[in-house]
């Protein structure tokens, strides 16, 4: 039919889910500083990411984080989930597992949007300090 295609690069309809939704690439991530230097092949590879949260503002954080564990999954993340320390009720520790290191630095360098930065921010809003964030390597990269 003419004037119909696959839909791509069209933006949403007003009032649909999505609408409004910012799709441009955004380049925020710290680029990773290691003492390793693994193959891109080399994986799979777990990111932790330790936040810590008052109690106050707990319940909020985990509702914020609902979208960013979407955001991590829709960019690469084979399995995404929040935890909280046992022995530091205050710290939740987001894990994310990927591929490969060089699924991971494509995560850093182009897959993330303004609304994965949003959600990112709406979260970090309720965090106190900075996050610590250790990449970890398989111990066996062969």
Known sequence: MPGRGSGRGRAPVPGTPGAGVNRDPAVYWPEPHLTLEPHPRTGPVLVTVSHTVPPERQAAFVG?????????????????????????????VEVDQVRSWG???????????????????????????????????PADPD
Not at 103 to 115: D, I, S, V, Y
């Open 64 to 92: 914020a984080m609902r979208a960013v564990g979407r955001s991590r999954r829709r960019t690469g993340a084979m399995r995404w989930g929040l935890f909280r320390a046992g022995e530091r009720a205050h710290v939740f």
């Open 103 to 137: 699924e991971h630095l494509r995560q850093h360098g182009g897959r993330l949007t303004g609304a994965d930065r949003a959600v990112e921010e709406q979260a970090r809003e309720l965090v106190d300090g900075e996050p610590v964030v250790p990449h970890l390597l």
